[in-house]
Structures are given as C-alpha cells and as structure tokens.
C-alpha cells in the first residue's frame, strides 16, 4: 500500500494529530469487544523495541473488583499529587508552555477522571522486562525506548476504532502494590495505566501546541532554520 498518496497522507495525519488523552469524553457505559483489544496489541507489538529484545507485556484488567482497587491506588497518588501541586514552585526553566486555559482544562479533565477511573470497562499496564533504577540514563531511555512506541502504536490502533484511552502513571507510586493485586512479578516495570473505553462524540480537533518551529534546532541548540 501506497502511503504517500495525498488521500493516504490526510487519513495517516488526521490519525497522529487527533489521538488525544481520553479522560471526559470516555462512554463507562458500553462494553468494550476484547477481541479489539486483542487485534490493537498485535498491532502493538509490530513497533520497534531496543535490541528487537521485544520484553513487553500487556496486562488487561477487566475485573471490577481489580479495576476498583486500582483506581484507588491512583486516587491516593493523585490526592498527595494535589497536596504537592498546591506548595509553591520554582518557577519553571522554559519560558513558554500551555495556556493558562488549557491548564485549567487539563486539570478538570484530570480530576473527572480520578473520580470516574474505576468506571472504565478495560485497563491497560503495559509492562517491560527488567528493572533500570540504577542503570544509567542511556540503559533507562533504552528500556522506556522499547514499550513506549508500542503502547502509542497501541493507543493510535484503539483510536482508529472509535476506543480513547489516556496514558497514565500515578499508580506508579504504588507499582508493588499493584504488582502485588496482578501477580505482576519483580522483575517486570509497570510503565502507565490506560483507561480504555469507546469516545463519545465523532472525532477530536487538534490541540494548542506549541509552534514546532519554537522547539526545533537545527545543527545545535537554540539555533533556527
């Protein structure tokens, strides 16, 4: 198949610019057929992965007991998350960044979800084998590097079938417990938790972004094209 015909090429863009995190928009009410599932993580697992070592795991949770007490390792993450979030900061090293608007969306969106997380018909952990948290930075982004694209191939896949999902990490705070509640063994890296249910609404626009020529740098830093 030809992906560079003009036709293609609006599918394939409109596909990468409106994947959006999932959080309000998301249907807790219609189940979700697996077998979906089950055809968007082979997709998954065509990405590359370092060494093609090909370590991941996908973890599906779609117990309600299970999803319940996940979601409450998140909400404990995300109340102490808040409690930081309200002592002042330093202010920040970059100069530019989201609107103060889309912050304030962002923020209701992420707490809509902490109440709601537990309704959500299908969870996702995708999982890589082994443990970097005292390897060196060029070992730990080897090892994200491998499950990361993955788990995006995996989110555009569900996004093509009218699922959203949104990438997670606050359970992470918790990760032996939740290793502990799956079986999940030692050795195994718990990298987010996905929410995945189907959207509501037709489709997504593109988001506020910062312009890509503010943030690109050509032949080193800081230098424009």
Request: aromatic fraction near 8%; charge should be neutral.
């Amino acid at each position: 198949m030809d992906l560079s015909t003009a036709d293609n090429l609006a599918i394939v863009d409109h596909l990468l610019t409106t994947t959006r995190s999932v959080r309000k928009r998301l249907d807790f009410a219609r189940p979700v057929d697996l077998a979906i599932i089950e055809r968007c993580i082979e997709i998954a697992t065509q990405a590359p992965s370092g060494s093609n070592h090909q370590g991941w795991h996908f973890v599906v949770i779609t117990d309600a007991d299970k999803r319940n007490a996940l979601a409450d390792l998140y909400r404990k993450a995300f109340d102490k998350y808040l409690r930081g979030s309200a002592r002042p900061q330093p202010e920040p090293a970059r100069v530019h960044g989201p609107s103060a608007t889309s912050m304030r969306r962002v923020t209701s969106s992420a707490a809509y979800l902490e109440r709601h997380l537990h309704e959500a018909p299908v969870f996702m952990i995708p999982c890589i084998e082994g443990r970097v948290e005292t390897e060196p930075p060029f070992m730990q982004a080897s090892h994200y590097g491998s499950i990361l694209p993955a788990v995006w191939s995996l989110m555009l896949a569900l996004r093509a079938r009218g699922l959203g999902s949104a990438w997670t990490t606050l359970h992470l705070a918790y990760e032996k417990e939740a290793a502990e509640l799956l079986g999940i063994p030692e050795n195994i890296t718990q990298t987010a938790l996905l929410p995945i249910a189907y959207f509501k609404g037709e489709d997504f626009r593109l988001a506020e972004r910062i312009p890509a020529g503010e943030v690109t740098h050509w032949d080193g830093w800081g230098q424009r094209r």
